[in-house]
Protein backbone atom coordinates (compact mmCIF):
# COMPACT_ATOMS: atom_id res chain seq x y z
CA UNK A 1 0.00 0.00 0.00
CA UNK A 2 3.07 2.72 0.60
CA UNK A 3 4.33 2.55 -3.02
CA UNK A 4 1.02 2.53 -4.01
CA UNK A 5 0.52 6.17 -2.33
CA UNK A 6 4.06 7.46 -2.66
CA UNK A 7 3.33 7.17 -6.30
CA UNK A 8 0.11 8.79 -6.18
CA UNK A 9 1.32 11.52 -4.17
CA UNK A 10 4.41 11.99 -6.82
CA UNK A 11 1.95 11.72 -9.40
CA UNK A 12 0.13 14.50 -7.59
CA UNK A 13 2.61 17.05 -7.20
CA UNK A 14 3.57 16.27 -11.19
CA UNK A 15 0.77 17.21 -11.79
CA UNK A 16 0.06 20.21 -9.65
CA UNK A 17 4.01 21.54 -11.36
CA UNK A 18 2.68 21.00 -14.78
CA UNK A 19 -0.55 23.17 -14.33
CA UNK A 20 1.00 25.75 -12.34
CA UNK A 21 3.09 25.99 -15.78
CA UNK A 22 0.55 26.36 -17.78
CA UNK A 23 -1.68 28.99 -15.81
CA UNK A 24 1.49 30.40 -16.11
CA UNK A 25 2.27 30.57 -19.71
CA UNK A 26 -1.38 31.65 -20.50
CA UNK A 27 -0.81 34.69 -17.83
CA UNK A 28 2.55 35.60 -19.50
CA UNK A 29 0.91 35.46 -23.14
CA UNK A 30 -1.71 37.56 -22.00
CA UNK A 31 0.63 39.62 -21.01
CA UNK A 32 2.28 39.76 -24.07
CA UNK A 33 -0.55 40.28 -26.30
CA UNK A 34 -1.73 43.46 -24.20
CA UNK A 35 1.61 45.03 -25.70
CA UNK A 36 0.51 45.08 -28.72
CA UNK A 37 -2.14 47.80 -28.23
CA UNK A 38 1.25 49.90 -27.13
CA UNK A 39 3.16 49.35 -30.78
CA UNK A 40 0.24 49.88 -32.35
CA UNK A 41 -0.44 53.43 -30.96
CA UNK A 42 3.94 53.60 -32.30
CA UNK A 43 2.76 52.79 -36.17
CA UNK A 44 -0.03 55.40 -35.34
CA UNK A 45 1.97 58.53 -34.35
CA UNK A 46 4.38 57.71 -36.51
CA UNK A 47 2.29 57.71 -39.71
CA UNK A 48 0.65 61.19 -38.56
CA UNK A 49 4.18 62.41 -37.58
CA UNK A 50 5.94 61.05 -40.90
CA UNK A 51 3.42 61.35 -43.22
CA UNK A 52 2.79 57.70 -43.68
CA UNK A 53 5.20 54.96 -43.67
CA UNK A 54 8.08 56.42 -44.97
CA UNK A 55 11.89 54.45 -45.09
CA UNK A 56 12.32 56.84 -41.97
CA UNK A 57 9.17 55.60 -40.00
CA UNK A 58 9.74 52.15 -40.50
CA UNK A 59 12.95 52.23 -39.58
CA UNK A 60 12.16 53.89 -36.08
CA UNK A 61 9.11 51.21 -35.64
CA UNK A 62 12.03 48.57 -36.46
CA UNK A 63 14.54 50.03 -33.55
CA UNK A 64 11.05 50.40 -31.23
CA UNK A 65 9.86 46.72 -31.87
CA UNK A 66 13.60 45.78 -31.26
CA UNK A 67 14.35 47.74 -27.90
CA UNK A 68 11.41 47.58 -26.66
CA UNK A 69 9.37 44.17 -27.32
CA UNK A 70 12.01 42.05 -28.20
CA UNK A 71 11.38 42.21 -32.44
CA UNK A 72 7.99 40.66 -31.96
CA UNK A 73 6.37 43.00 -34.27
CA UNK A 74 6.37 44.10 -37.59
CA UNK A 75 4.17 46.14 -40.04
CA UNK A 76 3.30 45.64 -43.33
CA UNK A 77 1.64 47.65 -45.82
CA UNK A 78 1.16 48.48 -49.38
CA UNK A 79 2.03 51.85 -48.74
CA UNK A 80 5.40 50.68 -47.53
CA UNK A 81 8.27 53.55 -47.89
CA UNK A 82 5.66 55.83 -49.76
CA UNK A 83 5.14 59.13 -48.55
CA UNK A 84 1.17 59.55 -47.86
CA UNK A 85 -0.51 62.96 -48.84
CA UNK A 86 -1.82 64.69 -46.22
CA UNK A 87 -5.57 63.54 -44.43
CA UNK A 88 -5.04 59.83 -46.44
CA UNK A 89 -5.48 57.50 -44.34
CA UNK A 90 -2.65 54.60 -44.45
CA UNK A 91 -3.84 51.11 -43.86
CA UNK A 92 -1.25 48.80 -42.26
CA UNK A 93 -0.80 44.91 -40.67
CA UNK A 94 1.16 44.43 -37.16
CA UNK A 95 2.55 40.93 -37.36
CA UNK A 96 3.08 40.28 -34.15
CA UNK A 97 5.10 36.51 -32.98
CA UNK A 98 4.97 35.46 -29.71
CA UNK A 99 7.70 33.01 -28.13
CA UNK A 100 5.70 30.48 -26.43
CA UNK A 101 6.91 30.49 -22.71
CA UNK A 102 8.74 26.95 -21.37
CA UNK A 103 9.21 25.27 -24.87
CA UNK A 104 11.41 25.40 -27.10
CA UNK A 105 12.32 28.49 -29.03
CA UNK A 106 11.03 28.02 -32.48
CA UNK A 107 7.13 27.09 -31.18
CA UNK A 108 5.84 30.61 -31.73
CA UNK A 109 2.23 32.22 -31.75
CA UNK A 110 1.89 34.29 -35.00
CA UNK A 111 -1.09 36.66 -34.97
CA UNK A 112 -1.77 39.70 -37.34
CA UNK A 113 -3.79 42.66 -36.47
CA UNK A 114 -4.81 45.37 -38.67
CA UNK A 115 -5.40 49.47 -38.23
CA UNK A 116 -5.18 52.51 -39.86
CA UNK A 117 -4.17 55.90 -39.20
CA UNK A 118 -4.19 59.63 -40.98
CA UNK A 119 -1.12 61.48 -41.84
CA UNK A 120 -0.96 64.41 -40.38
CA UNK A 121 2.33 66.11 -42.58
CA UNK A 122 1.07 68.90 -45.23
Known amino acids: MDVEDSQGEVFSMLFYCLTVL ?3 SVVVFGYQLQTITTYRQ ?3 YQIERKGGLTAEAVSELKDY ?4 FHGWYTVE ?3 LGKKAAFGDTVAYTIKATYPVLFLPDNISVKIGIE ?3 PSQVR
Do not use: E, I, M, R
Not at 65 to 68: L, V, Y
Open 115 to 117: GQA
Open 22 to 24: AFL
Open 77 to 79: SPS
Open 42 to 44: QVN
Open 65 to 68: SNKQ
